[in-house]
Structure formats: structure tokens, C-alpha cells
């Protein structure tokens, strides 16, 4: 079994930074993709960034210049760094991972369980 578990979300002001992490940890053989989706109230859940095993990125219209995806390999554990906050940003924010579990097996996508942003003056 693989599991992925978030932390660093919370309340925030308008302006302000989190940083949110997302640690993969069970049978991993090896990681390909990790990022990060979110899900507003009332909303699909959206990709805000990604990164793949090579250290290229992708993101969101809405999340560049303001939010930075980064991984440590070693730790299996994903980040976003998330600068300037805005009220649109309230969401529900969820890790995801491309993980193979075995040398002959296919990547699977996993998911975390979702850490609430809010983003409130």
C-alpha cells in the first residue's frame, strides 16, 4: 500500500505565504509525477502544479509567479510553496503521485487526503 500524507495548510490573510508538504511513504519502487490539485466549494478539482522526476514543472495560469512546486527525492515528499495568497485560493488542496509499486508493475496515481487553504481577512 501507498500512502500520502499532507500538512502545512491552515488560515491565512490575504498576502500572506504557506507552504504545504505531501510525504509518500509504503511500497514505493519508484515516483514519477507529484503535484498538487485543489477543489473549491461548489468546483472541479483543478491541477495548480506538478512536477515531474526530472524536475520539470508545470502550473496552473492561476498559480504562476505565485506558487512554487518543488521535491525531495530523497524523502519522497512533494512541496508548494504558496506566495501572495488571494481569497480565490480558498480550496481544499490535494497531493497527488504517479508511483509504480513494482519493477513489472504499471504507475498508479495516488492521493492524499486534502488539507484545507483559506484565504480570509
Known amino acids: 500500500q501507498v500512502q500520502l500524507v499532507e500538512s502545512g495548510g491552515g488560515l491565512v490573510q490575504p498576502g500572506e505565504s504557506l507552504r504545504l508538504s505531501c510525504a509518500a511513504s509504503?511500497?514505493?519502487?519508484?515516483?514519477?509525477?507529484m503535484g498538487w490539485y485543489r477543489q473549491a466549494a461548489g468546483k472541479q478539482r483543478e491541477l495548480v502544479a506538478a512536477i515531474n522526476n526530472g524536475g520539470m514543472t508545470n502550473y496552473a495560469d492561476s498559480a504562476k509567479g505565485r506558487f512554487t512546486v518543488s521535491r525531495d527525492n530523497a524523502k519522497n515528499t512533494v512541496y508548494l510553496q504558496m506566495n501572495s495568497l488571494k481569497p480565490e485560493d480558498t480550496a481544499v488542496y490535494y497531493c497527488?503521485?504517479?508511483?509504480?509499486?513494482?519493477?513489472?508493475?504499471?504507475?498508479?496515481?495516488?492521493w492524499g487526503q486534502g488539507t484545507q487553504v483559506t484565504v480570509s481577512s
Open positions: 509504503g511500497n514505493i519502487f519508484s515516483i514519477y509525477t
Open positions: 497527488y503521485s504517479l508511483i509504480k509499486t513494482g519493477i513489472t508493475m504499471r504507475p498508479n496515481a495516488y
